[in-house]
């Protein structure tokens, strides 16, 4: 038999065993889960913690700081030039300018290229070199780029920072230079790091965009697809790429310089003011495609918020509306327009005005405490005699409330549904409005 003492000490043992096990958490809980008095969550990603370095020259810089002054105020920026600028008291409004370091010494033999190439691609590694403090992205555009600050920060906070990505739109997986792009700042980190030596491999290339790309390559990461970056490689009328744009906010539009304005009657610099109007009140919204159905009349309504409204006459399914119109030439000069091949799907645009849908372009947008209107008037183009229900109409009002998105449900983004208030004769009001479970986006016959 067991002595008493023995029985008592064994059992006091094994009580304690017990206790430990399910009362006293193991070390590494202390260190990795249980948390801190100090921590704090982390803040949400916000303009202050992206940098932007636009890259530019001393011979570009004066006709495009317009497009620079709609966006940059609103961040942190800085312009890398090749020289310093000729005196203009009117660049104190303009982001910190730069001077690129020397890249005489890496190799550059593309025989129909610019070595600027070369420091444009630089300019990556220069910005990290900076060490600016409170960077979750590095951002690279050039001087005719606009970005669309709010709509980005958006998009990267969906990513976490800490880790290695690459997002903008893409050419064959690569990231378009101009267009932009966002490097998280760990990745870009990692990558200035290796970049000198990098670039030695690589003097047969030709631009900038390409060497970054193949840098990271080398690193063994890929491109994140972001469809709200745009390079805009066409030219001429953009109606039809903006009255159709993604899901995705709009992030980025490239190549201004090469394209008609977007709204009529005004240049360029005007026309990007007036779009920003719209931006201003509600930037998640911008460009944001909702099609309306009017039984009664017959009508198909395709909103490109904060920018146009068309109207066609009869049912047109929604995915008949989401290709682009041919509104717009290649990018090459030259080419066979009805030939041409896209990166995207495209559809016909009229070339009789008559054919066309009536289309209405933003005039007026603003915001109280009952949400958000926008007004839009008819464009006439032609001598195209209406009849039935748009023979009268001119304006249109559109009502909303400002699209505010969590990361959750720009993961997963949904088109929004809208309704006619009837009658209408020359004005006709729209409500968007988020769309019901099973609602579908049709014509109810």
């Known amino acids: 038999m067991i002595p008493s003492t023995l029985k008592t000490l064994l059992l006091l043992s094994f009580a304690l065993i017990l206790y430990l096990l399910f009362h006293v958490p193991p070390p590494y809980l202390h260190q990795s889960l249980l ?16 940098l932007f370095s636009i890259a530019s020259s001393a011979r570009s810089l004066g006709r495009r700081a317009p497009y620079l002054r709609l966006w940059s105020n609103s961040t942190r920026a800085i312009l890398f030039l090749d020289s310093p600028p000729p005196p203009d008291p009117s660049f104190a409004a303009l982001p910190p300018i730069v001077l690129s370091g020397d890249t005489s010494r890496f190799p550059f033999t593309f025989r129909r290229g610019l070595p600027s190439a070369v420091r444009v691609a630089r300019i990556v590694k220069e910005a990290v070199d900076r060490n600016e403090s409170d960077i979750r992205w590095f951002v690279f555009g050039d001087d005719d780029t606009v970005f669309f600050v709010d709509n980005l920060v958006r998009t990267l906070s969906k990513y976490d920072h800490d880790q290695w990505f690459y997002n903008e739109s893409n050419s064959f997986d690569m990231a378009f230079g101009g267009g932009g792009f966002a490097l998280s700042h760990s990745l870009a980190r ?25 840098c990271l390559a080398e690193l063994g990461v890929g491109l994140t697809h972001e469809p709200g970056f745009h390079q805009v490689d066409i030219r001429g009328n953009l109606f039809g790429m903006l009255s159709a744009h993604p899901l ?14 977007i709204f009529p009657n005004m240049n360029r610099t005007q026309a990007l003011e007036h779009l920003f109007k719209a931006v201003n009140i509600d930037p998640a919204r911008i460009l944001q495609q909702t099609i309306c159905y009017d039984r009664l009349s017959s009508l198909t309504i395709s909103v490109a918020w904060g920018f146009s409204i068309q109207v066609f006459e009869g049912n047109l399914l ?64 032609g001598n195209c005699g209406q009849t039935g229900a748009i023979k009268n109409l001119e304006q249109i009002r559109v009502l909303s409330q400002k699209l505010e998105l969590n990361i959750e449900q720009m993961k997963a983004p949904r088109r929004q549904c809208c309704s006619i208030f009837p009658p209408f004769n020359k004005s006709m009001v729209l409500s968007i409005r988020q769309c019901g479970v099973d609602e579908l986006i049709s014509m109810h016959l």
């Open 248 to 261: 995705s906010p709009l992030v980025s539009l490239h190549h201004l310089d090469s394209v008609d304005p």
């Open 190 to 214: 990692a990558l200035a790091g290796v970049f000198d030596s990098c670039l030695m491999r690589y003097p047969h290339l030709f631009g900038s965009d390409a060497r970054i790309f193949s």
């Open 318 to 381: 929604l995915p008949d509306l989401l290709p682009l119109q041919r509104t717009f030439t290649p990018w090459r000069r030259g080419r066979n327009i009805s030939l041409s091949r896209y990166m995207f799907n495209t559809r016909e645009y009229p070339k009789d005005p008559c054919k066309r849908p009536v289309v209405f372009f933003l005039q007026s947008v603003g915001s109280n405490h009952d949400g958000v209107w926008s007004n839009y008037t008819r464009h006439a183009v």
């Open 35 to 50: 948390p801190t008095p100090h921590e704090a969550a982390p803040l949400p990603t916000s303009s202050h913690h992206l």
